[in-house]
């Protein structure tokens, strides 16, 4: 049983710094792409950033330059390293993984919620 236990959420005032990850468990298989996505009140989910096994990531325009992306391999965690928090990144974070079987099946953590006050 795959499981993700995310961690880091919390409250911030803008221009302040969050950090998140998402561990990780169960999987027998290599984990592929993972990725963070972000729901805010009335929205629909939304990718913020991604990154494969190699270390390729990707961005939404609304965090370039002001999140990074990681991962360790080794202990099938993942990171979000929020930077200049502005209110409109208030949101609940949720990670999301791929493994590497030829079905590609994706898994959800709970989300953790953030929220930037102005």
């Known amino acids: 049983q795959v499981q993700l236990v995310e961690s880091g959420g919390g409250w911030v005032q803008a221009g302040g710094s969050l950090r998140l990850s998402c561990a990780a468990s169960?999987?027998?298989?290599?984990?592929?792409?993972m990725a963070w996505y972000r729901q805010a009140p009335g929205k629909q989910r939304e990718l913020v950033a991604d990154?494969?096994?190699?270390?390729?990531?990707k961005y939404a325009d609304s965090v370039k330059g002001r999140f990074t992306i990681s991962r360790d391999n080794a202990k099938n965690t993942m990171y979000l390293q929020m930077n200049s928090l502005k209110p409109e990144d208030t949101a609940v974070y949720y990670c999301?993984?791929?493994?590497?079987?030829?079905?590609?099946?994706?898994?959800w953590g709970q989300g953790t919620q953030v929220t930037v006050s102005s």
């Open positions: 990154i494969s096994r190699g270390g390729t990531t």
């Open positions: 169960g999987s027998r298989f290599d984990i592929g792409t």
């Open positions: 999301n993984i791929v493994i590497e079987i030829i079905t590609r099946p994706h898994y």
